[in-house]
């Protein structure tokens, strides 16, 4: 191999090479493109539901409401994460990445399927949402779109896992992968089983488009392609802990409290966390309750389990090593002089903490059988996933990328000051989002109804004026929302294309890539050895951890009592 081939980053220590990281800014400029795609439709969206405003007509709002799902769901999240495979096995392995020309290959076809799929719904006849589901059809060109950008994906998984091998032959690591490319890995093997769940329906379902297949049997068609449209989150729930970790390593040096135990999660998250894909067929008939309960309650515990050891290790590391600086003081002076000014670090604890206490809980209730059928099917079901898509996956990228721009496209990063304050007002008007939608959906407000007035139908219904005002705010704290994702494709497109060249004494590096000296860091090493309080070393997250856990008891407390009240026993 050709030393010219690799260049090592001055900042960061990161070692790059050349194919691998044309790749990545190829997937992660498109990424954006789908983001901002995404954003707008949003925008029409938010003012639809938005009961005072209601802007768009019916038909319109399906089609927009198809756009938005499809490419904040699908298209922005996998374009980052393969960009992050190749990440995490090329770079953070110093490694030449496997099969370069075939990556080109998976970035043409996802491409492909992403415009074929977007045209086919702006051409008004795939206005059937991300689910899609049979027997409303679609054209063609929407189920081939997503066939492609599948097969393309599927590609991207195996060069990175050929990447990896590699990288063992070649000896370019020591010991075991760092702990964040095996979070890397847990999301390839995960995606894996999701892309292949989806070519087992949605080639089926294209033949059926085309007249070649006479029909679909729909309740098998949910089945299999929620193990799909469901398992999709599972992958960005993988994919963004492994970024949790290394921001955290990146920022603070900070070391896992215990490699085994975190690497044991991510198996856990193979094994299970898959069957959380059952919430969305809790009130299917054609599923016996065994299959469930099962599902969602005993076995999927045990992915619970794997997020919480997640949500734990992650902070507890970071007091660690904060600690181990001095910051001693008290249970939070750790987190209180944090860099909450380093949008990197504010991103990815922000995501943290919205994925935990909204994403979290709300999931864990919605995956209870007797629960589930008061919220399925309302604004509720939105709101959780918003809470797990947008504040856990979209706002972990976010943080990842404005370490990238300078690391990884070379460019200083437009508006830094803008950009410190970019994760809160997107993150924070996201949780009040999510927050809002879920009170909605628990009074009934309905998930897909374009008009929750129901104006001019023959039959109505009456919610409580609470139900609009909630309804309001959804509206209200979208926008905030909104504008905060602005500001992020702003700040990274006109970094990325016209921001100024970073050289070895990089401006933005005091704030930001100063910090983080990623090689040594994130490589598998031991725990800290700093002190704690009362016998913990991480006090401070044992406090926030025992609070996480009252709120989830409260709040599952209040769920059996309002399904109580609505259902009652005589």
Request: one cysteine or more; aromatic letters at 14%.
């Given at each position: ?193 999701t892309i292949s769940m989806g ?220 950009a410190k304050f970019q994760p ?64 992020f494709v702003l700040i990274t ?78």
């Amino acid at each position: 191999m050709k030393n010219q081939e690799f260049r090592t980053c001055p900042e960061s220590g990161l070692q790059f090479h050349k194919p691998a990281e044309t790749l990545m800014r190829l997937n992660a400029v498109v990424a954006v493109v789908a983001l901002l795609v995404g954003g707008l439709t949003a925008l029409a969206v938010t003012l639809t539901r938005w009961p005072t405003v209601h802007w768009l007509p019916a038909d319109r709002f399906y089609q927009l409401l198809t756009t938005h799902g499809i490419n904040m769901l699908i298209f922005w999240i996998i374009f980052f994460e393969i960009a992050v495979l190749y990440f995490c096995s090329s770079t953070l392995l110093r490694c030449r990445l496997a099969t370069p020309k075939l990556g080109w290959v998976a970035f043409i076809l996802m491409v492909l399927g992403a415009v074929l799929n977007n045209v086919s719904v702006f051409s008004g006849n795939s206005s059937v949402m991300m689910t899609s589901y049979v027997p409303m059809p679609a054209e063609p060109m929407f189920y081939l779109g997503l066939i492609l950008f599948a097969v393309g994906a599927l590609i991207g998984c195996f060069i990175f896992l050929g990447t990896l091998v590699i990288a063992k032959e070649e000896k370019t690591y020591e010991g075991s992968i760092p702990l964040v490319t095996f979070g890397a890995l847990t999301a390839c093997i995960i995606a894996i089983f999701t892309i292949s769940m989806g070519a087992v329906i949605l080639i089926p379902t294209f033949m059926w488009s085309m007249g070649w297949i006479a029909n679909i049997d729909a309740p098998l068609y949910r089945l299999i392609w929620w193990g799909f449209g469901h398992s999709s989150q599972q992958i960005n729930v993988a994919a963004h802990v492994a970024v949790w970790y290394a921001i955290a390593a990146i920022v603070f040096g900070a070391k896992p409290l215990s490699e085994k135990v975190s690497r044991t999660a991510f198996v856990l998250y193979i094994a299970f966390l898959q069957l959380a894909s059952a919430h969305h067929l809790l009130v299917d008939p054609g599923l016996s309750s065994t299959w469930k309960i099962f599902n969602t309650s005993y076995a999927m515990y045990l992915a619970v389990l794997a997020s919480m050891i997640h949500g734990l290790t992650v902070p507890g590391s970071i007091e660690v090593a904060q600690r181990a600086k001095g910051l001693t003081k008290g249970l939070f002076e750790w987190l209180r002089k944090a860099p909450w000014g380093n949008p990197a670090f504010s991103g990815m604890f922000l995501s943290l903490i919205g994925f935990g206490f909204l994403g979290g809980i709300s999931g864990v209730v919605m995956g209870t059988e007797q629960i589930n059928i008061i919220i399925h099917n309302t604004i509720y079901v939105p709101g959780h996933f918003h809470a797990t898509v947008v504040i856990g996956t979209t706002l972990a990228f976010m943080s990842l990328t404005y370490f990238l721009i300078p690391v990884l496209f070379r460019r200083q990063v437009f508006l830094p000051g803008l950009a410190k304050f970019q994760p809160y007002i997107f993150g924070i008007g996201m949780m009040v989002f999510t927050l809002v939608m879920m009170g909605a959906g628990t009074l009934g407000v309905q998930r897909r109804h374009w008009d929750m007035a129901f104006t001019d139908s023959a039959i109505g219904f009456d919610y409580p004026a609470s139900a609009f005002t909630l309804m309001g705010l959804v509206g209200i704290s979208g926008m905030a929302a909104i504008v905060g994702g602005a500001i992020f494709v702003l700040i990274t497109v006109v970094s990325v294309f016209f921001g100024k060249r970073v050289e070895s004494d990089s401006s933005y590096g005091t704030e930001t890539t100063r910090l983080m000296k990623a090689p040594p860091s994130i490589q598998p090493q031991g725990g800290h050895a700093a002190a704690g309080k009362w016998g913990f070393a991480a006090p401070g997250t044992f406090v926030l951890a025992v609070f996480f856990l009252a709120i989830f008891v409260v709040y599952y407390w209040i769920n059996w009592k309002y399904l109580a009240s609505v259902w009652p026993m005589s």
